[in-house]
């Protein structure tokens, strides 16, 4: 038992008013209580409400609501910010998040206004069709923005340490051990963590938010991570600098999609001049790599032509980073005295850069839980049912389209897009990431997803060869259950 002065001041998951909370949260963390971890008389241990591991978009903005609500938040991050990560295509429903989340100024500094996003086709003469949020159902979502990730999240791990959250960085969390029930503070896990200087340190937390992103570390240690056996891609991407911008300033910040034989490359244009460029391809094309990644990069992005066209005058800055075999899903989403939350639960191929949005929602509805399960521990289920009905929303509804955006169907209805039933409006709303809350957009996406399937009914040959092709692409090259990111 940890006898922890902190901790007494805060019982067991009892209601606990802001105001009363308020003290243990500023109170210095070492101040806590601290004792050696029985058993082993070395690592200091240490008392938390909360554990956060990991600080990108989705442990930050589940440390900074809580440590508002008067919790005490302890944050880990095996990395020190500023670091480098992939997904840099915000959406428009981020941004009220960032004005709750109180980062929405710093944001702005940093961010190139995406207005839209354009889909580019071979298969309709190379011509792009560009989706203008401003269109969409809801007009008060007219533009994004495009970070770097680097910047991006350390305004966000930043203020969860402004917010009062004992951020460590440099810190890697290695293990959860599930107590026994009955413990007198309330205390449901031990999370063991390493520092880069080699030393370890545990913590008591009543309740830890799995953020650790592709590292999944529940999700591994649990054994409940399976590969998505209905999607299987892998990227390969870098940076680049004077790559071709639109002159329109309302065109300049968009992201453009290029579709092509093995896949789609992406073009993000970010506020620095520089531009990121991406390729997701099937497994097979991968692996048909004979030489150096860079010069197998510059070679996929050259079998597309209108992006190699921007890419004339431009120079690949930054070495080239490849992710393999990345769509996947946990089986649980919450458990006894845990959470995972963002691509610690679930990831799903970014074609509608939807990763951070899903992974802040999913930070957010973290903290609304474990509010609820502190402060009144009879609603732990309902809270619970809640936060896993939010986390499978997002990859469910933008599933239904990646699994089929590589069909000819669907790509005539992205290079023809039409507004019957509102299908055109229902499609911004979902490409600007608004569906969550009471958006009317669902029979109107119905109405699409009807229209697919007549159409694809309509070119029967056509659908069958591409069903038939898709699943020779996503045909897994591994095992079926994976353990590691
Ligand atoms: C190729 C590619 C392109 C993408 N493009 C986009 C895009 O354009 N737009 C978009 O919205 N999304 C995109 N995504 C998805 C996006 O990157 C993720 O969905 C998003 O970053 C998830 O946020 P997160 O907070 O869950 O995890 P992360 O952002 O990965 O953060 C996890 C954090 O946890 C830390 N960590 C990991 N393990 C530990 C540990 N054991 N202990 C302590 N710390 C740990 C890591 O250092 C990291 O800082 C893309 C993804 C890929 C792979």
Redesign the pocket.
Known sequence: MVDSAAAMKVPTDMPTAPHEAAPDRIAPPEAAARQMAPGTGREPVRETDVLV???????SSAAILLAERGHRVVQ????RHP?F???????PANLPLFERLGVAGQVRAIGMQKWGAEFVSPWHGGRGETFNFTDGWNKSLPFAYQVRRSEF?EILIRRSAQQGVQVLEG????NVEFLPEGHPDGMRVRVT?GNDDGSSVSWLARYVVD?????T?LGSQLRSKHRNSKHNSA?L?GHFRDAERYPDEKRAGNISIYWFEHGWL?F?PLSDGATSV?A?VWPYYMKSRKGPVREFFLDTIAMCAPLAKRLTNAELVSDVEA?GN?SYSCDQSYGRGFVL????FT?ID?MF???????MVSGVAAAEALDTCLRQPEKYAAAMKEFDRVVRHGPKEYSWFIYRITNPTMRDLFMAPRNDFRMKEAMLSLLAGDIYGDTPIWRSLRAFKAVYYIFSTLSLKRSLRALRRRAANIRPDEPERMTAG
Do not use: N, Q
């Open positions: 591991v990991g600080g990108g978009p989705a442990g880990l991050d095996k990395s670091r990560h992939i997904g840099e295509s915000l959406l999240d810190c890697r969390a290695r963590a953020a650790s992103g592709r590292d570390l990227a991407y992406w993000i991406g997701v992710t990345y939350a963002g691509d610690a990831f970014p850069s939807s990763g951070v949005l899903m992974a």
